[in-house]
């Protein structure tokens, strides 16, 4: 199935959305200046794709997974392993990886009484966050539970013989809510709040929250645990697709889904998946991979959902607007490079009135350089209810993949 054709998939995580008054009634996609996008879309095909199986949670962990070509009803076994394996933890197989944010909660005495105000501790730095799981790490960690260091507010605890068992709700979901119903609860609950309560004792008066509070910004105050799994057992992408395949990504999740499939992620300075990352340094890795002989590259841009989760309707507008940038620079590259395909689309819908995932689906454009289409459509979200509908996540790379 090897072929020397070149295939780029740009994913804007989480910008698809719904109409908004605010908007006119358009939605941010509609609204943001798109120019490249447009220009391709008047060639491609142009339609929804269902990610998120029916049943399956809305999560970036499933649909990316989907989008990238492993069905997640059948390779998924949680988002936090994946995350593991980016940042190099070595799971046995009884082991279970949870999801750690470092999060602002406030400051009611009683942890029950407490409000999720920010989950993601003021997008608190990777330098900063690792400093604070390292004094958790040194007070908390026993022979059954294990911190690791991740990226910015995202980190990650193993817990030895654990269960998946344990209900855990994903602070984004409860941003300004009071946490007392959503703290962990079910087998093995128990002793996650205890770690929650007791990192709250060691962070409270850490030099490097004193530090961020000096300065006007939210504080690391907890910890906070979603996202179980076990070890994940990913097809190598190439045997799968016949494709060198790389994956260029700020976050954890997608690297651990690359180290699992076999694919290249290489690091890039400065990408810290917000609309502040390093634009410039994300379209210039996945050139530098196209360079290195990669057929496949999975450019994933998570700033929109970040500001969808956050409800900043400008921020995600400006995201939405970067998204095309990389789409218009990569394509100028490609142009010269002989046959090649373009695929964008978000993974799921973060919509500003929600702050959290939504599981419909969402809209896609193929790009193709030697089949141009014109079907008439935009690429948004209500064009793309009359092009053609893909039932699962996995129909992109394969639509990509035909040579008609």
Known sequence: MGNCMKHLVVLGDGMADYKLDSLGGLTPIEKANTPNIDMLASKSQIGLVLTVPEGMKPGSDVANLSVIGYAPDRYYTGRSPLEALSIGVDMAIDDVAVRTNLVTLSDEPDLCNKTMVDYSAGEISTQEAKELIFAVKEALSTSKYSFYAGVSYRHCLIIKEGTTATEL????????????????????????????????????????????????????????????????????????????????????????????????????????????????????????????????????????????????????????????????????????????????????????????????????????????????????????QNGIYLADGQSIITTMLERI
């Open 169 to 384: 709700t994903p602070p984004h979901d409860i941003s300004g809510k009071v946490i007392g119903e959503y703290l962990p609860h079910g087998e093995g609950a128990e002793a996650l709040i205890d770690l929650i309560e007791r990192s709250g004792e060691i962070l409270k008066n850490h030099p490097v929250n004193l530090k961020r509070i000096s300065e006007g910004k939210n504080p690391a105050t907890h910890v906070w645990f979603w996202g179980a799994g076990t070890k994940p057992r990913l097809d190598d992408f190439y045997e799968k697709y016949g494709l060198n395949g790389a994956i260029i990504s700020a976050v954890d999740l997608l690297k651990g889904i690359a180290k699992g499939s076999g694919m290249a992620s290489p690091d890039v300075e400065g990408a810290t998946g917000t609309l502040h990352t390093n634009w410039e340094g994300k379209i210039q890795a996945a050139i530098n991979c196209f360079e290195g002989g990669a057929d496949y590259v999975y450019v994933h841009l998570e700033a929109p959902d970040e500001c969808g989760h956050q409800g900043d309707l400008e921020g995600k507008i400006k995201a939405i607007e970067k998204v095309d940038y990389v789409v218009g620079r990569l394509y100028d590259y490609l142009k010269d490079k002989g046959d090649f395909t373009i695929a964008v689309l978000p993974d799921h819908r973060t919509p500003i009135v929600r702050k959290t995932h939504t599981p419909e689906p969402v809209p896609y454009m193929i790009y193709k350089s030697y089949d141009h289409k014109d079907m008439g459509l935009k690429y948004a979200e209500s064009d793309a």
